[in-house]
């Protein structure tokens, strides 16, 4: 009897899928801590395993992309909480010189290895614009997982993460505009002074207004729990304004994380936790489960994605580390390996590119490949990175509250 | 220029809608606290306003009908979790008393009203269905909101629910089986059989199982939020078994609660409570969103609304009053107003009635009007009959965990 009172038989099918993705995902990320790895790695190889191209017990549907979008974003929004005493305008030169050597090396590496290899210019540029964009959130993740995102390097990837997908919007659509034929640069203009404006002045006063705004809100209601609702509030309207202004959703989540840090109590950190480790390992297992392993079976194409994998690392690494030399070697090179991945954001311009027709459908599946192998490294690289800061810095800006409570 | 390159143009408008829903939750829920009600009742009227019967600027969709559904989930796995030294089976003689009378009396009376107005005899008995059952997870939020989980009216409550929910099912399947023409006791008897099975071993030997289970997770995981993970996955886990077993999802949540109260940590149970608070307005607003004011159109059908209601009301007190009387007058008040809210259960019912072709458009639109209503009545019944312990008992067994961080 398929009767079900409270929950529909589709929810109950969704209900194993979600729990397929949570337990996989714990169970893949503990294996991955257990032989001194970031759990994130097992999180996203959880995806990979359950997902169509091995055992196909999941596929990706339109449920899952909903919880793994809002897992980001409280994945980001959740790292902005932790920021204390971050002011993302002190470290803005730094973080517009990493940001943009780092879209400009990938970008035209990119480009120039796919048009040596025979691609179409048009092609070429689209998959340079999609090594552009850094996907912060596993950087983020990871770093927050290791209690170092209080770290000088961190908080300039953090920063640079920023203007690197401002510039990467700029840049899939300058690319997209080419590709449609004409690029209307008064309007591309608009976008980028109206994103820029949006981004300075809530990362600039968003924490004062909230200093004067928690407390008030505090008296003026009944409710106990009237501080959580009132972040989960700021942070869906600051994504949803966010994407208004031309930036990404992701972007105002974190910069909503960031104006409430100093003001809202911990316990309502530890609250909003929940919320955020329930959500992202959708975000991550939905990445993995996006994994196309048939790119194996054509050697050119396995060919083309071990040298574009390649250039996505060592673009970001020079292109940022570049950035960041001025700081010294060893934050020049975690800063490079923490804009290494490009997670949901390159898979987002392939998408793109694909449905405009520029992209086929095997530069696509390479594509998804760097986007989901340069997440996967990253982690691994990231924690031989900042190895040596790990040992004294463990107890700070971490994301879990578990300790404190 | 709609690039959004994390959280596509679709996820865009949902966040809009998250927020829609979220924001005016809480704001009708804060106005209906200050006029002296509870919360819930702010909330369900919130789903009414911006709902299509009234503003028109959210309407239900398959998204948000998820959320719903994983709202009231993880809305009962918190009242299980509440419930730390609950023995589910020593009420069990009074729970049932109270279910079967609470089934009866509602099914009778629904059943002889349609057809004293002139309906066909399958139609009659599917509305007396409708009546049946309870939908506890607003009587448990109530509850929780007002500290009064722990009293033992509320335990009869929530152990006579469990109870109704299998025998809701039962009548369910009995009146859909025949509306189709033939009932087969023999597969009946079996899903009663092992959905009571399923409650029974559950209920009394989960807890003891996982005081054993849970500190061993924790000395074999190195992640210090291995209790939550294990909570989540527990919660879903029973969920998909008790549908499965012919129990509604929401009882499986709730028993997995049950299970872990008296072994996860307060810090476990509050990170919990933030996927419960970010969920549960999902649920209370997606109800009063199915509202459907075009009922007040029609007089007849206006005042068959009015006596179905009452008929509802009325029943339940009466039938869960005497089941509940040998505890005195009080308890059996309290007993009969937390049993009066339908909620989500009437409405499914209505639909599979409406599916199969026995309900028709008008006597479905009764059905909603009556589920909806009866949910905004019973909050205020509720309090009205625990006002003499509200005062005493205020610190005990809420469902917020903030005061304890």
Redesign the interface.
């Known amino acids: 009897?398929a009767?079900?009172?409270?929950?529909?038989a589709e929810?109950?099918s969704?209900?194993?899928e979600?729990?397929l993705v949570?337990?996989s995902a714990?169970l893949l990320?503990?294996i991955s801590?257990?032989i001194g790895q970031p759990?994130v790695v097992g999180e996203l190889i959880a995806g990979v395993v359950i997902g169509p191209s091995v055992l196909g017990w999941v596929k990706p549907n339109?449920?899952l992309?909903?919880f793994s979008?809002l897992g980001?974003?409280f994945l980001l929004f959740q790292v902005g909480l932790e920021l204390k005493d971050f002011k993302l305008m002190r470290v803005g030169w730094d973080a517009l010189a990493i940001a943009i050597l780092g879209v400009v090396v990938p970008l035209i590496l990119g480009r120039q290895i796919m048009i040596a290899v025979g691609n179409p210019g048009v092609e070429a540029s689209f998959v340079g614009a999609a090594m552009v964009?850094t996907s912060v959130g596993i950087t983020a993740k990871v770093l927050a997982d290791m209690g170092l995102l209080t770290q000088r390097a961190s908080k300039l990837i953090l920063a640079a993460a920023i203007i690197d997908?401002v510039l990467?919007?700029i840049v899939?659509?300058v690319v997209?505009s080419l590709a449609k034929g004409s690029v209307n640069y008064l309007?591309?203009g608009i976008?980028a002074v109206i994103s820029t404006a949006f981004t300075v002045i809530v990362a600039q006063y968003g924490t004062r207004a909230f200093e004067r705004i928690v407390p008030r809100v505090d008296s003026a209601?009944?409710?106990?729990?009237?501080q959580?609702?009132l972040s989960?509030?700021l942070m869906?309207?600051l994504?949803?304004l966010a994407?208004?202004a031309?930036v990404?959703?992701?972007i105002g989540a974190f910069l909503a994380g960031m104006a409430l840090a100093s003001s809202v109590s911990?316990?309502?950190k530890?609250?909003?936790?929940?919320?955020t480790?329930?959500l992202t390992p959708f975000f991550l297992v939905g990445i993995g489960m996006r994994m196309d392993l048939s790119v194996f079976s054509n050697p050119n194409t396995l060919q083309l994605c071990g040298i574009i994998v390649v250039a996505a690392v060592v673009s970001k690494l020079i292109g940022c580390g570049l950035g960041a030399l001025r700081l010294g070697a060893r934050d020049a090179i975690r800063v490079g390996v923490g804009m290494v991945p490009r997670g949901?954001?390159g898979m987002?311009?392939a998408q793109?590119g694909q449905s405009i027709g520029v992209i086929p459908k095997d530069v696509f599946a390479v594509v998804v490949f760097m986007s989901i192998l340069t997440t996967m490294i990253a982690p691994v690289l990231l924690k031989l990175a900042y190895r040596d800061l790990m040992s004294k810095e463990r107890s700070d800006g971490r994301l879990?509250?578990?300790?404190i409570?």
Do not use: P
């Open positions: 009897m009767f079900f009172l409270s929950g529909s929810t109950i969704l209900l194993l979600m729990l949570f337990a714990k990320g503990e801590e257990r759990a339109e449920f992309s909903v979008e980001v974003l964009a997908d990467g919007l899939l659509a997209s309007e591309l976008t209601t009944k409710n106990s729990k009237s959580f609702f989960i509030l869906f309207g994504s949803i994407s208004r031309g990404a959703a992701i911990e316990s309502t530890h609250e909003t936790a929940g919320v480790d329930f949901e954001v987002v311009v793109i879990s509250h578990s300790e409570v």
